[in-house]
């Protein structure tokens, strides 16, 4: 009898490993734009293949579960979306979308959400900062090999910047740490977190930083306001001194280039909005179709069809060709929700997001803040961008929803 409670134990063992091994690569690869396998004309993202065997774990494990209630937003979401084919132009890539959002929710989501009752939260968490400490050294060892004219690096994301907002757990875990006074453990992720700036040179990075750091000073206790203080002024000392170091060795990079022109300029905010290219323009115009088909969009995946065929319509003054944003995906997922989906699929978009807001306020202060930093830091930087299909963001919403349901059957 001792020998099979001891062989189950073991087996048992042996599962919680490979799960918590293709989590770690699962993670790892979820912006792995740039790697695909190839199958004639037909391809499939790599990242996808350790997802799948994380389901396919969780399923044999009877490990899987939905909640009638996130159903319901996501259906809401999915209504949206088929009312929506109404107006599209493009029936194949909007049932692509489809079946994404579908994927999105029933696989990524879901097995994220179902791992976090198998291991502890903190383990979960860990994994996410194991993850970007070995993709940040990577980066590092192959900067000399893969870095761009511009002295810039993505690994394996489709450009910088999505990197950075990748990112953006591993930034709130590890700075919480600080702020937990908890700096011994906190060193190598400092370091790291000012080689991905240096590594990718992202505009969006800073925002992502600056926004993480000025949550945690807002939002702590532990730490006093004198004290919050002369922190300000260090990190601030901090990043004027890794400014000055990059600007040196190659002062023609990004952020060295954005910089100095705002601080010259007569104006800076025509500055701040000369450096934002044609995002700006794609906002604006993300803005005037999502009032137009404000109750049925242009069809999931079709607004880039829609501006370039009706873009002529909408009039944006005073901007150069070079920054038109006619036939360009949306600025901000919210209005790229409203306008592809139409008010339909963005209550139910939203009602995700506040419901994970919801559950991560309920659980103890030590995951709940870096939490909901994290899933507040991600709406600001998706204010100023597309796609409301990045894999690590419905990652991180089933991480942030199963950590709570973690803590809840624990509680029980």
Not at 46 to 53: D, G, R, Y
Not at 69 to 84: C, P, T, W
Not at 349 to 367: D, E, G, M
Request: aromatic fraction near 14%; glycine fraction near 4%; hydrophobic fraction near 50%.
């Amino acid at each position: 009898m001792d020998q099979k409670v001891r062989l189950r134990d073991h087996h048992y063992l042996q599962e919680m490993s490979l799960t918590s091994i293709l989590i770690f690569i699962s993670v790892t690869l979820l912006g792995a734009d740039k790697l695909n396998l190839s199958f004639g004309n037909a391809g499939i993202k790599l990242s996808l293949i350790p997802l799948a065997l994380l389901f396919a774990i969780l399923i044999l494990n009877k490990s899987i579960s939905y909640s009638k209630k996130e159903i319901s937003y996501f259906s809401l979401l999915i209504l949206g979306a088929l009312i929506s084919f109404y107006n599209t132009s493009n029936i194949p890539i909007s049932i692509g979308y489809v079946l994404w959002m579908c994927i999105n929710y029933g696989i990524i989501y879901t097995s994220f959400r179902c791992s976090c009752l198998l291991f502890r939260p903190e383990k979960l968490i860990n994994i996410y900062i194991y993850s970007f400490r070995l993709q940040i050294f990577l980066s590092l060892l192959l900067y000399p090999i893969l870095s761009t004219e511009d002295g810039r690096i993505s690994l394996f994301y489709y450009e910088p910047s999505y990197f950075s907002m990748a990112a953006i757990p591993y930034i709130s875990f590890s700075l919480y740490k600080i702020f937990d006074q908890n700096i011994k453990t906190s060193k190598i992720d400092l370091f790291l977190i000012l080689s991905l700036l240096f590594l990718t040179k992202s505009a969006n990075l800073i925002l992502i930083i600056l926004s993480t750091l000025s949550i945690f000073f807002i939002s702590t206790k532990k730490i006093s306001f004198v004290q919050k203080i002369f922190s300000f002024i260090a990190i601030t000392v901090a990043l004027s001194v890794f400014y000055l170091i990059i600007n040196n060795l190659n002062p023609h990079n990004l952020i060295s280039y954005t910089l100095n022109n705002i601080l010259n300029s007569d104006s800076k905010l025509d500055a701040i909005l000369d450096r934002t290219g044609n995002r700006w323009p794609r906002l604006l115009l993300a803005l005037q179709v999502s009032i137009d088909h404000f109750f049925i969009g242009v069809g999931p995946g079709n607004y880039r069809n829609y501006t370039d065929t009706f873009g002529s319509i909408y009039s944006i003054s005073d901007i150069p060709a070079i920054f038109s944003p006619i036939g360009l995906p949306a600025v901000n997922i919210w209005l790229e929700v409203l306008a592809e989906n139409g008010i339909l699929g963005l209550i139910g978009f939203s009602c995700i997001i506040l419901i994970t807001f919801k559950n991560i306020r309920k659980t103890p202060p030590h995951l709940a803040t870096p939490l909901s930093c994290a899933l507040l830091v991600f709406m600001i930087s998706l204010f100023f961008e597309s796609s409301y299909l990045r894999l690590y963001f419905w990652a991180f919403l089933g991480l942030a929803n199963g950590i709570f349901l973690n803590v809840i059957r624990t509680q029980e």
